[in-house]
Structure formats: C-alpha cells, structure tokens
C-alpha cells in the first residue's frame, strides 16, 4: 500500500489527516461501511464509529470511540471525526500515514495502561443498556483493563448517562 499524503506537525512528525485515511478507504474497500453512533449527556458526548471493509463480510469490522466535553461550536464534528480516525486505525490506515506494526501497536497499548487493547472492554461497556449492567460488566473486566484511562472514562461517562435518564424518568 502506498502511503498517505501527510501532513508536517508540531515536533516534527508527519499526519495524515482522517480525510485523506476516508479516500483511502474508500479507494481500497469498495464495499465498505463506515457508520457512527453517539451517546449525549448535558456535559459529555461518547462517538462510536463501526468500520466494516467488506458488506458481504459483516463479522469483520474495526471500532473506534471517542469522548469529550461539548465545547465549542464543532465539538460534535470534530468527537465524531476523531472516532471514525480511530476505527481506521485500527483497520490499518494510522495518522502517519502507514501501517501499523507489531511493534507500533504493542508501543500503543503500553500508552493506554499497560499490555491491553481497550476496544474489547470498550465494546462490552457500549453494550450496557442500563446501570445494572454495566455494573456486572465491569465487574467482569480484567484489572488492567478497569485501570485502563479509556475504558474508565466511558464507563463513567456512561454512568452518568445512565443516572441521567433515571432521573429524567421519575
């Protein structure tokens, strides 16, 4: 695969933007998916984008999530755009423009706390419908994964989501 059109960034390195990593996509997988979902609350917005490279394959696809505070007018664009990025990376079209190595990766899950890869156990959390179940997914999650910055932040933020819609109810 040839590489991306980069970009240059602060430090020196190079990015390739989630554009570029979009025409790639879709250059490469003709029948190709990518959808997203989010979770609102007053103060916090949780993106989920699915990659599917292949319609006909659907059991094969990459996840990549998001979560941040609402401020400022392109909050929303920008949540969603950072979690379509990472569910492209995940599928092999990283920032720098190439792919990603062993290497690299296991480089990554040193960096989110330790020799895990979070979209496992941020998947399970996403499943949760309600408080009660994200208790008891929790509780079944590894301890490095619970450690996980993350895993802890949608869990949290689904908490309060959670919370929120319980109150709203009564």
Same mark, same amino acid.
């Given at each position: 695969?040839?590489?991306?059109?980069? #970009?240059? @960034?602060?430090?020196?390195?190079?990015? *390739?933007? @989630?554009?570029? /990593?979009?025409?790639?996509?879709?250059?490469?997988?003709?029948?190709?998916?990518?959808?997203?979902?989010?979770?609102?609350?007053? *103060?916090?917005?949780?993106?989920?984008? $699915? $990659?599917?490279?292949?319609?006909?394959?659907?059991? /094969?696809?990459?996840? =990549?999530?998001?979560? &941040?505070?609402?401020?400022?007018?392109?909050?929303?664009?920008?949540?969603?755009? $950072?979690?379509? &990025? /990472? *569910?492209?990376?995940?599928? +092999?079209?990283?920032?720098?423009?190439?792919?990603?190595?062993?290497?690299?990766?296991?480089?990554?899950?040193?960096?989110? =706390? +330790?020799?895990?890869?979070?979209?496992?156990? $941020?998947?399970?959390?996403?499943?949760?419908?309600?408080?009660?179940?994200?208790?008891? #997914?929790?509780?079944?999650?590894?301890?490095?994964? /619970?450690?996980?910055?993350? @895993?802890?932040?949608?869990?949290?933020?689904?908490?309060?989501?959670?919370?929120?819609?319980?109150?709203? &109810?009564?």
């Amino acid at each position: 695969m040839p590489k991306l059109k980069t #970009i240059k @960034v602060s430090g020196g390195g190079d990015y *390739a933007k @989630v554009a570029e /990593r979009l025409k790639e996509f879709h250059s490469q997988y003709k029948t190709g998916k990518i959808e997203t979902s989010y979770n609102l609350t007053e *103060a916090m917005i949780c993106f989920k984008a $699915i $990659i599917t490279p292949d319609t006909t394959k659907p059991e /094969r696809y990459f996840t =990549g999530h998001s979560l &941040g505070a609402i401020k400022g007018v392109k909050a929303f664009e920008k949540l969603e755009t $950072i979690a379509v &990025g /990472r *569910a492209l990376a995940f599928l +092999g079209l990283l920032a720098d423009g190439d792919i990603a190595s062993a290497d690299e990766m296991e480089t990554y899950k040193e960096e989110l =706390g +330790g020799d895990i890869d979070p979209s496992e156990a $941020i998947a399970k959390l996403g499943e949760a419908e309600d408080e009660n179940q994200l208790k008891v #997914i929790w509780k079944n999650l590894s301890e490095k994964e /619970r450690q996980n910055k993350e @895993v802890l932040s949608l869990k949290d933020f689904l908490k309060e989501e959670f919370n929120n819609q319980k109150n709203a &109810g009564q």
